[in-house]
Structure formats: C-alpha cells, structure tokens
C-alpha cells in the first residue's frame, strides 16, 4: 500500500532556530500533500495544502512566513518551522492524498527549548 | 458548514463490547468519509472509509453506518479488545473544496480487559 516517510519522528531545538520535517511518498506520486498540526489530545488542524510545483495554500490563521512548505518534486515536501518558539512545539503530521485516499506519516514530535 | 463534529470524547468498554462513535456534518458536498485510528505519538491510520451512495460498509471487526438524509455516520467496532485502544477520528471532505480533510474532534476510547 501507499506508504509515507515523515523525517524526523523527534526533534529539539533551540529558540530562533529553524527545523526542517521532510514528508516523501515512497511508492506514489503526491501531488496534493498536506501539512497538520496537533496537540496533545487534540483533533488534527490543517495548517497548509501544498501541490508539486506551486506555492502552498495556508489555512487561515497560519503564519506562512513562519512554515514554510516546499512541494519541489512529486515525492517530497518539507515544512520548515522558523525561528522556532517554545510554542511552536507540537507534533506534526504530513498526509498525501492518492486516488482518493490519504496517506499519513508518523509524524514529527518538536520540542523547541 | 465545515465542521465534522464527533462523539462521545470518551469511551470505554469491556473486552468485546462494541464500541459506537458517531459523526455529524453539515456540507452536503462531502463525498468520503474516513475514520481513522490513531496510537499515541504516531500518525493516524486509514481503518475503513464510505461515500454516501452507500448505507453500510465493513471490514473485518470494523463497520461504518451512514445515513444521508440526516448527515450523520458512526463507527461500531465489533468483538473490541485492549488493541483496539486508540484515539478515533472521522474525516470528511469534498473534491470540489480541494480535498481537504476535515476532521471530528476525536474519541478516545478504552478497551478493559
């Protein structure tokens, strides 16, 4: 079945930092994926939708200079948090929608320190 | 219009019990509807979905229920075991609204031995 990498599964960081979270599809070309944010025993939120070759669509509320999504090949999109804050910590999950279906990654725990 | 609103937050139940969660939406434009599992610290995980041209759908223990006319559909987990003890999430969305996901806040659910 479809299969999505997500990188890393943890990361730390200092404050002012930036991290970058790498999403690949291993098996399928994704050309829509999308980029959630989670917190603890929360729902997912839809932070952004990227499509390969164009510029990601933010949801509302979604600091784009802050998460900046990259969707430069079929099989890859990165979002890269910023200047990363202490309330930036969260846990993070990239989906990709094949046929119909979407596919999601194990997600990437930050902690920002 | 674009919520997916879920119930109950919690749940709990005896070792092969049958654990009933329920959806509500309000966009008659969805056309899929997922549920999804999801273990702490991991991505969610496709365990059955529907589209509204259909009553019923099951897969192995897990059967989704959809009534159209009310705008509402329920997972019920038949022979529950400790396992099936997870976070639960229904998702719906509309290719016409760029396919993205919208997801109900979440069931948490407790399988006793």
């Known amino acids: 079945g479809a299969v999505v990498s997500q990188h890393p599964s943890r990361v730390i960081c200092k404050s002012g930092t930036s991290v970058k979270i790498e999403c690949r599809s291993l098996?399928?070309?994704?050309?829509?994926m999308f980029w959630y944010r989670q917190f603890p025993k929360k729902s997912l939120m839809l932070m952004a939708t990227?499509?390969?070759?164009?510029?990601?669509?933010?949801e509302q509320g979604v600091e784009k200079d802050k998460f900046l999504i990259n969707h430069a090949s079929l099989t890859l999109s990165t979002l890269t948090v910023t200047s990363a804050h202490p309330e930036d910590s969260s846990f993070y999950i990239c989906?990709?929608?094949?046929?119909?279906?979407?596919?999601f990654g194990s997600g990437t725990r930050l902690t920002v320190v | 219009q674009q919520q997916v609103k879920q119930s109950p937050q919690s749940l709990i139940v005896q070792k092969g019990g049958i654990p009933i969660i329920n959806c509500a939406y309000e966009n008659t434009a969805f056309d899929y509807f997922p549920w999804y599992q999801q273990f702490p610290g991991k991505g969610p995980a496709l365990l059955i979905a529907i589209r509204p041209d259909v009553s019923e759908k099951k897969e192995g223990r897990f059967t989704i229920s959809f009534n159209k006319s009310a705008k509402q559909f329920s997972l019920h987990i038949m022979d529950s075991q400790p396992g099936d003890s997870a976070t639960y999430f229904c998702?719906?969305?509309?290719?016409?609204?760029?396919?993205?996901?919208?997801f109900g806040q979440g069931t948490e659910l407790s399988v006793k031995p």
């Open positions: 989906s990709a929608r094949r046929g119909g279906g979407y596919t």
């Open positions: 990227s499509n390969e070759g164009s510029k990601a669509t933010y």
């Open positions: 998702a719906a969305t509309s290719y016409n609204q760029g396919g993205k996901l919208i």
């Open positions: 098996d399928f070309q994704a050309t829509t």
